[in-house]
């Protein structure tokens, strides 16, 4: 069991996408923070503990493959998860390069997304979730 909650930061520039994700994750012990694009997740990044990065591909400023750029360019330890609705061989390649954690495809069922995060989290930083991240439907 974690002493303090894992730190998961929702970034999508849809607002409705980012609370109801936030209304997946919170009450099942996270530590949700949310950004409305790549710039203003880099931000938070830069100036906070995150644990896991759940992005969307397409947004202003910064898309998702840029934002995780930057945050490979500091050699920060933090597993992204990208998020898209146009995923193609080309995206998958990028995502790749960049040490993506894993790539889901929008619209996304939560229980592949709780599943990801959890093995973000076992596979990063050894933590086991499984009798605290249920993975079912909101």
């Known amino acids: 069991m974690l002493i303090t909650p894992p730190n998961l930061l929702i970034t999508d520039d849809d607002v409705a996408f980012r609370e109801t994700l936030r209304s997946v994750f919170a009450p099942r012990g996270f530590n949700t923070l949310t ?3 790549g710039a203003e997740a ?11 990065l759940l992005t969307d591909m397409h947004m202003p400023r910064l898309d998702g493959l840029e934002t995780i750029r930057r945050i490979r360019e500091r050699q920060l330890i933090l597993p992204c998860i990208l998020l898209s609705a146009g995923l193609d061989d080309g995206l998958m390649e990028k995502a790749r390069d960049l040490q993506t954690f894993t790539v889901l495809r929008k619209p996304v069922r939560f229980a592949e997304l709780t599943e990801a995060v959890r093995q973000a989290l076992h596979e990063t930083y050894g933590w086991n ?9 909101p």
């Open 129 to 137: 979730l499984d009798g605290d991240l249920d993975a079912g439907e």
């Open 42 to 52: 880099l931000e938070i990044v830069w100036q906070q503990s995150v644990h896991v």
């Open 35 to 37: 950004a409305r694009d």
